[in-house]
């Protein structure tokens, strides 16, 4: 199993940063995808940025130019840095892993989340 524990939401005015962390734990066999989602009061899980372990990246129209996902493979920990923040960015955000146990069996895992408010 993987856990994932969040860090780094908080509040922030527009046009502020914020970096959010990510870090996996537990036993598996490696850690593919991992990802970061968000989620507003009332709306629906959407995806903000993903990267695979080989570096590709892949990022909401909403966010891109702002936000910068990246990880650290040895640390097995995922980033997210957030630019020119803006209160639509306001939500909930959670950090998702696609891993391999030892048997090589696909599973997904969530963080708790952590709550990223933006407003002056």
């Known amino acids: 199993q993987v856990q994932l524990v969040e860090s780094g939401g908080g509040l922030v005015q527009p046009g502020g940063s914020l970096r959010l962390s990510c870090a996996a734990s537990g036993s598996f066999f490696s850690i593919n995808a991992m990802g970061w989602y968000r989620q507003a009061p009332g709306q629906q899980r959407d995806l903000v940025a993903t990267i695979t372990s080989r570096g590709t990246t892949n990022y909401a129209d909403s966010v891109k130019g702002r936000f910068t996902i990246s990880r650290d493979n040895a640390k097995n920990t995922v980033y997210l840095l957030m630019n020119g923040l803006k209160p639509e960015d306001t939500a909930v955000y959670y950090c998702?892993?696609?891993?391999?146990?030892?048997?090589?069996?696909?599973?997904?895992?969530w963080g708790q989340g952590t709550q990223v408010t933006v407003s002056s």
């Open positions: 998702n892993a696609n891993w391999e146990n030892r048997l090589r069996f696909s599973r997904g895992s």
